[in-house]
């Protein structure tokens, strides 16, 4: 799906350090901030004002619903991220890019509706997609000190869990864990999940030990994805309530994990990047439009 199309439907959804929740310190006309690159509200209110123009968002007695301004927002910071992601890793928009986006855009009905300053914004939104695909994936060295200081910076999670029914038991679960048991062990005599003796509570995918930090944020309980992005690195953390019960969790450790997390960074190495600078880096929004919430990868409200 183009950027432009992503905008048009602003007014309904947009189709994410160690967890910061960001809100309300934004600086004076300044809409949100990520990572020292700031939004304006002038940028903000630009867009929101424009495809209202156009028709593809509705205003109430001239002010934008807070989820559609949540959405516009959180759009622009996602195009923010992209910027530093490309800084990061020397990728950089050519005139090729936007060439592209140009021819495929103006085909697109409804394109020429919207005001000069918005059509400006998404040929460079779309554009730095295009160099984001760009982004190689960093030097294997590089990669496991990214996940050793904030693991879901990569944008992966690779992760052991228990389940328990009693916050009670997630203490004798890690007291087990403290005095030297393996976490597969203990997971196969206390976890209430089936099959964990086999499987060691590992949450893996098709891809092998590690998922997506997208498949988190959109398939996982949020209060467990919030757990799993403040725990350590190699460090049994718990309890983590979540609406199946008492989980201790297991960031596990590079070693066991690198071949399964460099394969997942091979295939999309600069989107998983920005999605997981979105999950760990510095955002801050001002306090009218909500709070960054990174286990769901949005602005909600606060």
Same mark, same amino acid.
Request: glycine residues 8%; contains cysteine.
């Given at each position: 799906?183009?950027?432009?199309?992503?905008?048009?439907?602003? $007014?309904?959804?947009?189709? @994410?350090?160690?967890?910061?929740?960001?809100?309300?310190?934004?600086?004076? +006309? !300044?809409?949100?901030?990520?990572?020292?690159?700031?939004?304006?509200? !002038?940028?903000?209110?630009?867009?929101?004002?424009?495809?209202?123009?156009?028709?593809?968002?509705?205003?109430? +007695?001239?002010?934008?619903?807070?989820?559609?301004?949540?959405?516009?927002?959180?759009?622009? %910071?996602?195009?923010?991220?992209?910027?530093?992601?490309? =800084?990061?890793?020397?990728?950089?928009?050519?005139?090729?890019?936007?060439?592209?986006?140009?021819?495929?855009?103006?085909?697109?009905?409804?394109?020429?509706? %919207?005001?000069?300053?918005?059509? =400006?914004? *998404?040929?460079?939104? +779309?554009? $730095?997609?295009?160099?984001?695909?760009?982004?190689?994936?960093?030097?294997?060295?590089?990669?496991? /000190?990214?996940?050793? /200081?904030?693991?879901?910076?990569?944008?992966?999670?690779?992760?052991?869990? *228990?389940?328990?029914? !009693?916050? $009670?038991?997630?203490? !004798?679960?890690?007291?087990? %864990? +403290?005095?030297? @048991?393996t976490f597969k062990a203990v997971a196969g005599e206390y976890s209430i999940e089936p099959n964990a003796s086999e499987t060691g509570g590992v949450l893996g995918s098709v891809d092998g030990d590690c998922i997506l930090l997208t498949d988190y944020q959109t398939q996982f309980d949020i209060d467990f994805v919030k757990g799993v992005l403040a725990a350590k690195t190699g460090v049994a953390t718990g309890p983590i309530k979540s609406s199946f019960g008492y989980h201790v969790v297991l960031i596990r450790p590079f070693e066991d994990v690198k071949a399964s997390l460099l394969a997942l960074l091979a295939k999309t190495p600069g989107e998983m990047l920005l999605n997981g600078l979105l999950a760990t880096g510095k955002i801050t929004v001002a306090s009218e439009y909500g709070i960054w919430s990174p286990a769901s990868a949005k602005i909600v409200a606060s």
């Open positions: 799906m183009s950027r432009r199309l992503k905008l048009s439907v602003f $007014a309904v959804s947009i189709a @994410a350090l160690v967890t910061l929740s960001a809100c309300g310190s934004a600086s004076v +006309n !300044e809409a949100a901030n990520i990572e020292g690159k700031s939004i304006s509200d !002038e940028t903000l209110d630009m867009s929101i004002t424009q495809l209202a123009d156009a028709g593809q968002l509705t205003l109430e +007695n001239g002010v934008a619903s807070g989820d559609a301004s949540r959405s516009v927002l959180g759009a622009l %910071l996602r195009g923010k991220g992209t910027e530093i992601v490309l =800084e990061q890793y020397g990728e950089a928009v050519t005139d090729a890019d936007r060439k592209m986006v140009t021819d495929q855009v103006t085909q697109d009905a409804g394109f020429d509706t %919207l005001g000069k300053e918005l059509q =400006e914004l *998404i040929i460079e939104l +779309n554009s $730095a997609d295009l160099a984001l695909a760009r982004v190689k994936a960093p030097s294997e060295a590089d990669v496991a /000190t990214m996940y050793e /200081t904030a693991a879901a910076s990569v944008g992966a999670l690779c992760v052991q869990h *228990i389940l328990v029914k !009693e916050e $009670a038991t997630t203490k !004798e679960v890690l007291q087990k %864990l +403290n005095d030297g @048991a």
